[in-house]
C-alpha cells in the first residue's frame, strides 16, 4: 500500500502567488520567521488544500497572537490548533534547522 501522507498536493498556486505567500511569512520578529518560513518552504505544498488555506488565514493573525501561540505561551483559537501544532511537531523533529 503506497503512502500518501506526503503526496504533494496539484499545483493550486501560481508562482506570483507563492512569492506573495512566502513574503507573509516574513514577520517583524525573528522568532516567528525561525517557525513561519522553514515550515513553508519545506512543508506547504505537500499541506492538503485545506491547510494551505488555513495556514495562509493564519498568516493575516498579529505577530503578538503568532508568538504567542508558537511560542505557546497562550492557546491558539481553535481555528489554528491543528496548523500550530504541525508547525511545532515540524520544529520539534528539526526540520526546520
Known sequence: MENTSKQQVPEQY???DLARIQYQCRRGMLELDV???????????????????LFI????????DLFNWLMGHS?????YQEIIKDIHSFQLAGAGK
Do not use: I
Open 14 to 16: 501560481s508562482k506570483d
Open 35 to 53: 517557525f513561519l518560513m522553514p515550515y513553508f518552504e519545506q512543508c506547504f505544498e505537500y499541506l492538503t488544500v485545506k491547510k494551505q488555506a
Open 75 to 79: 492557546e491558539a483559537n481553535q481555528r
Open 57 to 64: 488565514e493564519m498568516l493575516t493573525e498579529s505577530d503578538p
